[in-house]
């Protein structure tokens, strides 16, 4: 059975850099990798809402924190039956972003902590209800708010992308950080590895770390 792998940030933290790195480096060591990210737009009913919604096409939408956490997580429950098939071909599945980004995102947006109600019914939602698989490790790739927000501006430049409602609100980004933090911290659900995003991060030490069989 291969391992669940999350990789966790603020928008523009380099998750999928990182994952690209990773990816390869996981070739180099012999092992077998498949990717995906959340949310699937383009692909799941409920991530395209999710977009719509972020943009303001759906109204009044986003003004409830619970009804924005149902579509993300309704979005991972009809890939649940994809990952259990590629834990069991592949030996990682490396996820940019999964059940705590939609933990994180919520308590900061209800100004919670970690302990304050919305996470607990998050995971009661989500791994629960849902059975989603919990992963079997997340990395934290930690930046300062002022970094991620300017390289999110350079990449939607790039891709003539508009930013949505979460990604231009610089201080739900700096709680949202704080929460992730807390996160890590805690090991929420399994274990976690915080990552030092501002520097060049070494993949192949990673590897060994935290993959080698």
């Not at 959340?38 to 109204?59: N, S, T």
């Not at 930690?142 to 201080?171: H, I, K, L, M, N």
Request: charge should be negative; aromatic fraction near 8%.
């Amino acid at each position: 059975m291969g391992k669940l792998v999350v990789i966790e940030g603020l928008d523009g933290a380099g998750k999928r850099t990182l994952t690209g790195k990773l990816t390869a480096a996981l070739a180099e060591a012999g092992l077998t990798a498949v990717t995906g990210a959340f949310p699937r737009y383009d692909q799941d009913i409920h991530a395209e809402l999710v977009r719509d919604a972020l943009h303001g096409r759906l109204g009044d939408l986003t003004d409830s924190v619970y009804g924005m956490a149902v579509l993300y997580a309704l979005d991972r429950r009809a890939a649940a039956p994809d990952l259990r098939a590629w834990t069991a071909e592949y030996d990682v599945v490396l996820l940019d972003r999964y059940l705590a980004s939609n933990a994180a995102y919520g308590a900061a947006r209800l100004r919670q902590d970690v302990d304050g109600g919305f996470v607990e019914w998050l995971r009661a939602l989500e791994v629960d209800r849902f059975d989603l698989p919990v992963p079997d490790l997340q990395l934290l790739l930690r930046v300062p708010t002022e970094v991620a927000g300017d390289r999110a501006a350079r990449r939607e430049a790039q891709d003539a992308r508009e930013r949505d409602v979460y990604e231009s609100d610089a201080d739900l980004q700096t709680r949202c950080s704080i929460v992730y933090d807390r996160l890590a911290q805690t090991h929420w659900l399994s274990p976690w590895a915080v990552l030092d995003g501002t520097e060049a991060l070494q993949v192949d030490d990673l590897v060994q770390e935290h993959f080698a069989v």
